[in-house]
Nanobody, 117 residues
Framework: QVQLVESGGGLVQAGGSLRLSCAAS????????MGWFRQAPGKERESVAA????????VYADSVKGRFTISRDNAKNTVYLQMDSLKPEDTAVYYC??????????WGQGTQVTVSS
């Protein structure tokens, strides 16, 4: 079992920045692919960014490319999402996930990000 705890959400004005963190339990964190999803009210959950186990490969949704950066620190069992140039449409609950394999995915409890115009 993997436990994920997100932090760093909050209220920010449009154009501002936030950094989300996701701390993971487990001895084999460094072998997991990790990522972030988000879900806005009335919308389906969507993938925002993902990173492979070593941090050498990243993938972003088109809507956040050039503004968000995903990274990880395997020594701290933590994955980050740096969010810059935030827009009101980025408002959502952001969820961290850990993928020990293609068939298994663990989720965090989510952290609220609200961007005011």
């Amino acid at each position: 079992q993997v436990q994920l705890v997100e932090s760093g959400g909050g209220l920010v004005q449009a154009g501002g920045s936030l950094r989300l963190s996701c701390a993971a339990s487990g001895r084999t964190f460094s072998s997991y692919a990790m990522g972030w999803f988000r879900q806005a009210p009335g919308k389906e959950r969507e993938s925002v960014a993902a990173i492979n186990w070593g941090g050498s490969r990243t993938v972003y949704a088109d809507s956040v490319k050039g503004r968000f950066t995903i990274s990880r620190d395997n020594a701290k069992n933590t994955v980050y999402l740096q969010m810059d140039s935030l827009k009101p449409e980025d408002t959502a609950v952001y969820y961290c996930h850990a993928d020990p394999s293609l068939a298994v995915r663990y989720w965090g409890q989510g952290t609220q990000v609200t961007v005011s115009s």
